[in-house]
């Protein structure tokens, strides 16, 4: 396999045929932000929140291909400032409540908001729905009200478990993600999946009764480093 | 009752369900098909029939819920026997579909949206059906109705509750009727000005007879020597798209032609189809001649399923003539063409999501790259043209590239079928030479008065009368043919609300700023329309507008924010008007008056603080 070289933010990174922008960079220690993508779960480009600037059009980085010798923006105050507009709409899409939520330190959405220095309330208006709670499973719950519909957890339980467990329905602002039955318990899903471990769900809306709370707040994954540190880090070594 | 799975049905509706599977041969590919026909004859998608379709066709059942969940005509609760679907487009409601729809409803006893408790009738609103030159227009069932008034809306009812189809409400003897006989007293062409290569008379079968006598490769330079551009609105050159697509490895290559013409005011291809349906399949088949595909695709839209048996006629017609099928020509050259129904969605009108909803998945933008010309359809090499494009490309086989490129001028060659509707004394469709500015055209269609003029639909530019001297071309003002007349009793933020309504009902949900940021902006603007806007909230739809186009996937996305940005521009004073600084000393873009709606319901009263007029 062949690579080349190509420019984040001014840095220069080799890139192999084939990969996309954030793969390169993930490689390089250098963190795109992202949501819905997933370390081993096929790329999706929904969210947005790793859009680049490249050869100055705008891409999805977890999906678009590197490009030899291409200049891309990642962390321009202009970028910055268009994934903060992304994180915004997905809080007010839902009902995210960190204060009461368990997820809270856990949490992507959280994280993200904070690395991308969401610091007071927004412009936006507040969605509100108002969407059922599926607590029919004896292991899991589900708080949809808490959903950013990034999916991962249809690809892990697809690509993952063999399993199918969830789907995209709806279209528009009422597209959601549903379960494969008329609610969690009509579906085959377990708390071993893949898709329902703590790792795929990026917020708190795939819940595992039982285990609440088990680390304290501030001991929690974010309470040690930004979004993305282990990636950067990855760098310094 | 267990909604998981067949068990649940009855054993004739499962029977049926079972024998509309087993007629596309269980292909999960074909589930708009499928689903199509569960719609029709049960008249819902019921989670029953959903489980039974899943096993049949060995998808998930979710998979199949996905894809009914997603398009507008297919439905997750009973609909009536009859289903009326008013056109909800801004040119239906400004000719008088409020009134039509208020007769509907005294008539039948429901509001719009309700299904009579008998299950004779539901009544619905559906954006643009593509009858805007004769609104106000509406779809019963399978059939269309134009130039509705509240009295014949009243005599349709009556006719339905006694038991008339809605075929019976066209013609006594529509069955009697030939399929263009149907579709002609249905609706009117309105062809206005016939141009040089598609609406003045076409020989038949000139432009393929050539063609099988041309090595592929010469029949692909000489439409890249005429410049023609793909007439959908994107304007990619159609030679550069065929050559690509040719020069792709594959075993099967497959050509598609986009017939979903969704963009408010489009009604251009709607008249090819009635008009020229031969020619579209010919120039299909020299498509697949030149880039070596034997399997084609028409994808029509749903709205335009009273145009189904006249296509279906037509094809079989020309297998019947040795022009598809096996050996076309005499020669080693098999092609056929599959008509492929939508079912309500504007996004399958993006080359992507229309080759997702050909899958038989819901209507997605696919990621880009790959691009369809490597892997489209089912991964294939695939060309996406729209009807305008294949039909002028049969005339360019027959006429010349020369004589194609001489119309027109530099950049945008040979000719553009316009559709004009809205307030001008001649609506209908316009074949002229690109290069004329928006004032010959209004000249020619009575629109001298305009005030406003909506060139290319929802997602294209809203123009004043200081720029009616622009010219029509892919270079100034590109349009895929919709071109929108309004006069200057028209309230521009009324259209742009309504246009940002289309957008949210429209976005196929798949990436965030498309999504939520357009339910944003259209309660931006309905605070413009209350006259409860700071002017902060001029800097915010701004803003917002640059995030939406800047990070969308999808050409939905990137353009969904012009009708505000246009407007923005070239009609400032209608926003400066509105705005007023707030005296709540509330934060901009917050609008407290709606906040507190639902309060005041509960509350049954107004509230102390923000309503003037309060009282106990």
């Known amino acids: 396999m062949t690579g080349f070289t190509f420019t984040i933010d001014g840095v220069e990174v080799a890139a192999k045929d084939g990969q996309t922008i954030m793969e390169a960079a993930d490689a390089a220690g250098i963190y795109i932000p992202r949501l819905c993508d997933h370390e081993g779960l096929r790329h999706q480009g929904a969210c947005r929140v790793c859009t680049v600037k490249a050869g100055g059009r705008s891409v999805a980085a977890c999906t678009q291909p590197a490009a030899p010798d291409q200049a891309v923006e990642n962390e321009t105050p202009h970028v910055t400032k268009l994934r903060r507009d992304l994180v915004e709409m997905l809080f007010h899409e839902g009902n995210h409540l960190c204060p009461i939520c368990e997820a809270s330190g856990n949490c992507e959405l959280q994280a993200m908001a904070y690395r991308l220095d969401m610091t007071q309330p927004t412009r936006f208006p507040y969605l509100e729905p108002c969407r059922p709670l599926d607590a029919s499973h004896p292991d899991i719950a589900l708080d949809t009200n808490r959903c950013i519909t990034c999916g991962r957890c249809i690809r892990a339980s697809e690509e993952v478990d063999g399993k199918g467990v969830f789907g995209y ?19 085959n899903a377990a708390i071993t999946d893949f898709a329902i471990s703590k790792e795929v769900c990026p917020v708190g809306c795939i819940i595992r009764k039982g285990e609440g709370f088990a680390i304290p707040i501030g001991e929690r994954e974010f309470d040690k480093g930004l979004i993305g540190h282990e990636i950067e880090e990855k760098k310094r070594d | 009752m267990d909604t998981t799975s067949e068990q649940g049905l009855p054993p004739d509706e499962a029977e049926r ?58 439905s997750q609760a009973p609909k009536g026997r009859v289903t009326i679907r008013l056109c909800d487009d801004i040119v239906d409601r400004f000719a008088g579909m409020p009134e039509v729809a208020a007769a509907f409803e005294a008539a039948l006893g429901i509001k719009v949206g309700e299904t009579s408790a008998d299950g004779a009738v539901s009544l619905e609103y559906t954006p643009c059906i593509g009858l805007c030159d004769q609104a106000p227009a509406a779809m019963i069932n399978d059939v269309v109705l134009t130039g509705l008034t509240p009295g014949r809306a009243g005599d349709i009812a009556a006719a339905l509750k006694a038991g008339q189809s809605p075929e019976e409400l066209i013609a006594q003897d529509f069955l009697d009727l030939t399929p ?35 090595d592929p490769v010469r029949i692909i330079a000489e439409i890249e020597a005429s410049g023609l551009r793909g007439c959908g609105g994107a304007g990619f050159g ?84 040795g022009l598809l099928g096996q050996g ?41 790259p790959p691009f369809p010309v490597t892997q489209g359809y089912l991964g294939l090499p695939t060309v996406v043209n729209n009807v305008e494009t294949f039909c002028h490309a049969a005339r360019i086989l027959d006429q010349g590239a020369q004589w194609f490129s001489d119309m027109g001028h530099a950049g945008s060659h040979g000719t553009k079928l316009f559709s004009v509707s809205g307030d001008c004394l001649r609506p209908g469709v316009y074949e002229l030479s690109y290069g004329l500015s928006v ?28 720029q009616f001297d622009r010219c029509l071309s892919f270079d100034d003002l590109a349009t895929g043919g919709s071109v929108v007349v309004f006069n200057g009793s028209r309230n521009i933020l009324e259209i742009v609300e309504y246009y940002m309504s289309f957008f949210v009902h429209e976005s196929c949900g798949f990436c965030t700023p498309c999504r939520v940021g357009n339910v944003f902006l259209h309660k931006a603007i309905g605070k413009f329309r209350k006259g409860l806007a700071n002017p902060e909230d001029i800097e915010y739809l701004k803003d917002l507008s640059g995030t939406i186009i800047e990070t969308s996937r999808c050409g939905l996305g990137t353009t969904s924010p012009k009708p505000i940005l246009t407007t923005l521009e070239n009609f400032p004073l209608v926003y400066a008007a509105t705005v007023k600084p707030s005296k709540d000393r509330i934060r901009a873009s917050f609008d407290i008056q709606s906040a507190i709606d639902d309060a005041r319901h509960m509350a049954k009263r107004g509230s102390e603080i923000f309503d003037e007029d309060y009282s106990e």
């Open chain 2, 439 to 466: 004032r010959e055209l209004l000249a020619m269609a009575g629109g001298e008065d305009a005030a406003a003029v909506a060139v290319g639909g929802a997602s294209g530019t809203m123009i004043a009368r200081d």
């Open chain 2, 238 to 321: 159609t030679g550069r798209k065929w050559r690509f697509a040719a020069e792709t490895e594959a075993e099967r290559r497959i050509i598609i032609c986009n017939a979903d013409e969704g963009e408010p005011g489009t009604f251009k291809d709607r008249v090819l189809l009635t008009e020229r349906p031969h020619l579209l399949a010919e120039g299909m088949t020299i498509a697949a001649r030149a880039v070596g595909a034997s399997e084609g695709i028409l994808y029509l839209r749903g709205e335009y399923v009273y145009l189904r048996d006249l296509i279906e006629e037509v094809l079989q017609d020309r297998r019947d003539r």
């Open chain 2, 328 to 368: 076309i020509g005499g020669q080693d050259f098999d092609f056929d063409i599959r008509l492929q129904l939508g079912a309500g969605a504007y996004i399958c009108g993006e080359e992507g999501a229309l080759i997702s909803s050909c899958e038989g998945l819901p209507g997605e933008p696919k990621t880009r």
């Open chain 2, 17 to 74: 369900i079972a024998a509309i599977c087993e007629g596309v041969g269980d292909d999960p590919h074909r589930m708009l098909d499928i689903l199509r026909a569960v719609q029709d004859e049960l008249r819902w998608i019921s989670p029953a029939a959903m489980g039974l379709i899943a096993s049949r066709t060995g998808l998930s059942r979710i998979a199949v819920e996905g894809v009914a969940s997603f398009y507008a005509f297919l």
């Open chain 2, 180 to 214: 263009h006989e149907r579709a002609t007293r249905q609706v009117e062409n309105n062809i206005r000005h016939a141009g040089a290569s598609l609406l003045s008379p076409v020989p038949d079968g000139a432009g393929l007879a050539k063609a099988l006598d041309m």
């Open chain 1, 169 to 187: 329905v709806g279209r528009g602002i009422h597209r959601r993600v549903a379960v494969n039955g008329a609610d969690l318990a009509d579906t």
